[in-house]
C-alpha cells in the first residue's frame, strides 16, 4: 500500500470535485492533509468557508487528520497563508497538489480583461504564489518532496470559448517543466495532470460518458501516484479520467534543413509536409536540448 504515514500534503481547491476527493484519500493513508478552498463560484466570485470545513469533518469522521485553510491562493499572502499553515499545523511539507480553478468562458472577441485576470489570477498566479513557498521550505529541509500541478485538455489542445483558461493551463506545463528541471538536484519533482472528471466545473456530459464513470475519485490515484515519494517521473504530464491513464508530451519532429543560400516562403512551403511530418519525433529534455538538436541538424 502506498503510505503517507509521517507526511504532509497541502492540496488546493480541496473543498470540492478533484480536490477533494484527493484530500480524502491522501488522509486515509495516513497523510496529513491542508484542506485548502477559499469556497465561491465556479466563476471565483464569493467566499464560502463550508466547503474545506465539511472535507475536514469528513476526514475527522474517518479518523484522519487535516485543517482547513480557506485563503485564496490567488494573491501571493494567500499563497503564503497556505503553506504556513502546513508548517504551523506540522512542521513540514512533502507534497502539494496545485488543483484550485475557476472558470470564466467567453469567445475571444468578447472576452473582458476582469475574466482574463480572474482566470489568470487562480490557476497561473496561484500556482506561483502556492508553490514558490512550498519549494523553498522543500528545498530548505533537504527532503525533496513532490509537486503536482493541473492543467488541462483545453490548455494541451485548445478549446472554444477558453483563451484564458488554455493559456493558463498551458502557462502551467511551463512552470512545471522548469519546476522539474530546477527541482531535481534537491530531489523535489514535479509533474502535471489533465484531468476529465465530472464535477460542477465540468459535466462531463459532453463525452457521453456515465457520471459515476467518471467520478473525481477515479481521477484521485494517479494525483497520489505522483505525490508518492515512490513516483520518479519528473516533468510529465499525465492525461487521466474515468480510469484511463495516458501520458501527453510536447514533441518535436526531424523537420526539413534547408540547403544553405536563400530560404525563401516557397521553399518552406515546398516542404511543408516534411517539416509537419512527425515521423521519429522526440521530446527534449529541456530547452538545452533543443539547442543541441539545432546543432546537430545544422552541423555539416
Ligand atoms: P470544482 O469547482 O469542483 O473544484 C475546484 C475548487 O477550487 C472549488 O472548490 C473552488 O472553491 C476552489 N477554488 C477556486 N478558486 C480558488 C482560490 N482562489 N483559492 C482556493 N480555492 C479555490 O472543479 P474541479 O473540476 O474539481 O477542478 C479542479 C481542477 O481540475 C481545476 O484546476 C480545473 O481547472 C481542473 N480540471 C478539471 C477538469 C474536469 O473535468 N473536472 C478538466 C480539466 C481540468
Not at 74 to 101: C, F, H, K, Q, Y
Not at 202 to 223: F, M, N, Q
Not at 267 to 282: N, Y
Request: aromatic share 6%; proline share 3%; glycine share 12%.
Amino acid at each position: 500500500m502506498l503510505s503517507f504515514e509521517d507526511r504532509v500534503v497541502v492540496v488546493t481547491g480541496a473543498g470540492r470535485g478533484l480536490g477533494r476527493a484527493y484530500a480524502l484519500e491522501l488522509a486515509r493513508r495516513g497523510a496529513r492533509v491542508v484542506v485548502n478552498d477559499f469556497g465561491g463560484e465556479p466563476d471565483g466570485e464569493g467566499a464560502d468557508r463550508s466547503a474545506a470545513s465539511a472535507v475536514v469533518a469528513e476526514i475527522e469522521a474517518e479518523g484522519g487528520a487535516s485543517v482547513a485553510s480557506f485563503d485564496s491562493v490567488a494573491t501571493p499572502e494567500g499563497g503564503e497563508a497556505i503553506i504556513r499553515r502546513a508548517l504551523d499545523s506540522w512542521g513540514r511539507v512533502d507534497a502539494v497538489i496545485s488543483n484550485a480553478g475557476i472558470l470564466r468562458d467567453s469567445s475571444f472577441g468578447k472576452l473582458s480583461g476582469r475574466d482574463l485576470d480572474a482566470v489568470l489570477d487562480v490557476h497561473l498566479r496561484g500556482a506561483f504564489f502556492v508553490l514558490q513557498p512550498a519549494f523553498r521550505t522543500m528545498k530548505e529541509a533537504g527532503r525533496g518532496g513532490r509537486i503536482v500541478l493541473t492543467t488541462s485538455a483545453s490548455g494541451l489542445f485548445g478549446q472554444f470559448g477558453q483563451t484564458n483558461y488554455a493559456a493558463a493551463k498551458m502557462g502551467l506545463v511551463g512552470l512545471m517543466k522548469t519546476l522539474a528541471i530546477e527541482g531535481a538536484r534537491a530531489g523535489i519533482v514535479a509533474n502535471a495532470i489533465a484531468p476529465f472528471a465530472a464535477t460542477r466545473l465540468t459535466g462531463g456530459a459532453d463525452a457521453g460518458l456515465d457520471e459515476e464513470l467518471l467520478a473525481p475519485d477515479r481521477v484521485a490515484p494517479i494525483a497520489l501516484a505522483l505525490a508518492h515519494e515512490r513516483c520518479s517521473a519528473n516533468g510529465e504530464i499525465f492525461l487521466c479520467g474515468g480510469g484511463w491513464f495516458t501520458r501527453c508530451w510536447v514533441s518535436v519532429a526531424r523537420g526539413w534543413v534547408a540547403a544553405s543560400g536563400s530560404i525563401t516562403p516557397e521553399s518552406v512551403l515546398d516542404h511543408f509536409e516534411q517539416i509537419r511530418d512527425r515521423t521519429d519525433a522526440m521530446e527534449p529534455r529541456d530547452a538545452m536540448e533543443v539547442g543541441r538538436l539545432f546543432q546537430d541538424r545544422l552541423s555539416p
